[in-house]
C-alpha cells in the first residue's frame, strides 16, 4: 500500500511539492500564533523549515538540490525554480495601481538607488573585513547583501569560485530574514501606512521575499507596491553588479 502511494506522490512530483509546502506552511502559520502571537510572520518561520530540510535532504542524498534530490519530493525542484518564482512575482505586480505607484516619484527612484548601493558597500566593507582582497570576491559577496538573486547572477558572470558564490548567497538570505521579522516590528516608526511608503521601503529593502512577507505582517494592502520597486531593485542590482560595482571595486583594490 506504501509503494503505491510512493509511486503514486513520486509520479505527481509538482502537486506533491505544492502539498507539501501547504503543509509546511500550515505548520509555520500555527507556530508564528502559538509561539510567537504573530509577530514573527509564518513565512520567515517556513523559510528556516525550509533551510533546514534542504540540509536534511542534501545531508541524506550527498546531493546539490536539498531536499529535491530525493526522489519523493522531486516536484519542490521545479516548484522552487526560476519559472514560478518570476510568474508569482509578475503576478503580484499586476496588482499595483497605476495612479498609487506614481505617487512614489523620485523619492522611489531614490530609495531605489540608495538600496542598491548601501548594501553593497556593506557586504563588500565585511568580505574585505574577512580576508576576501580581490574585486571580484567583494563584489560578489557585496551583490549577495543586495539580494541572493543578485549574488550568484554576478559571480557567475565575473567568474567566482563556488564558495564565494555561496557566501553571497547565504548573505542575501539572511538579508531577507531580517526583513521579514523586522518589518512588522518598525512599521509603526517607518509610517508604513500607504502605498507610497511600501514602494520606498521596497526601495530600500531590496529583497523580494523579505519586503513581501515583512508587509504581508504588517498590511497585506501594501504587499504589491512593496513588491514592485523591490522587483525593480533585484533587475538594477544584476545590471550594475557585474559592471558599475566591480569597476570601482576593482579601482579602489586593485
Keep these: ?23 509546511v506552511m ?20 517556513a523559510i528556516v523549515i525550509g533551510l533546514v530540510l534542504a540540509w536534511v535532504g ?20 521545479l516548484m522552487g525554480g526560476a519559472m514560478l518564482r518570476d510568474f508569482a512575482i509578475v503576478a503580484t ?17 531614490i530609495a531605489l538607488l540608495l538600496g542598491t548601493v548601501l548594501p553593497f558597500i556593506v557586504g563588500a566593507s565585511i568580505a574585505w573585513a574577512f580576508g576576501y582582497r580581490d574585486a571580484i570576491s567583494m563584489t560578489t559577496i557585496g551583490a549577495g547583501a ?9 559571480g557567475a558572470a565575473l567568474g567566482a569560485s563556488s564558495d564565494v558564490v555561496a557566501l553571497s548567497i547565504a548573505t542575501g538570505l539572511i538579508k531577507a530574514i531580517l ?20 514602494m ?5 529593502a531590496g529583497t523580494v521575499s523579505g519586503v513581501t512577507a515583512g508587509l504581508a505582517a ?32 576593482r579601482g579602489i583594490v586593485g
Design 1 to 23: 500500500m506504501w509503494e503505491l502511494i510512493e509511486k503514486g506522490l513520486a509520479n505527481n512530483g509538482l502537486v506533491t511539492a505544492f502539498a507539501f509546502v501547504g503543509v
Design 93 to 109: 505586480a499586476f496588482e499595483v495601481q497605476a495612479t498609487e505607484a506614481r505617487k512614489a516619484g523620485l523619492i522611489g527612484a
Design 218 to 249: 504588517t498590511d497585506r494592502r501594501l504587499v504589491p507596491y512593496g513588491a514592485l520597486t523591490a522587483t525593480f531593485h533585484t533587475g538594477l542590482g544584476c545590471l550594475l553588479g557585474p559592471s558599475v560595482l566591480y569597476f570601482i571595486v
Design 146 to 154: 543586495v539580494t541572493y538573486i543578485v549574488g550568484p547572477v554576478t
Design 58 to 77: 542534501g545531508t541524506l542524498t550527498g546531493g546539490q538540490k536539498g531536499l529535491a534530490d530525493v526522489a519523493l519530493f522531486s516536484g519542490i525542484g
Design 179 to 198: 526583513v521579514m521579522v523586522g518589518t512588522p516590528m518598525a512599521a509603526r516608526w517607518m509610517g508604513l501606512d500607504n502605498p507610497r511608503s511600501a
Design 26 to 45: 500550515w505548520i509555520s502559520v500555527v507556530l508564528s500564533k502559538r509561539l510567537t502571537f504573530g509577530r514573527i510572520h509564518g513565512s520567515a518561520i
Design 200 to 204: 520606498v521601503f521596497g526601495g530600500l
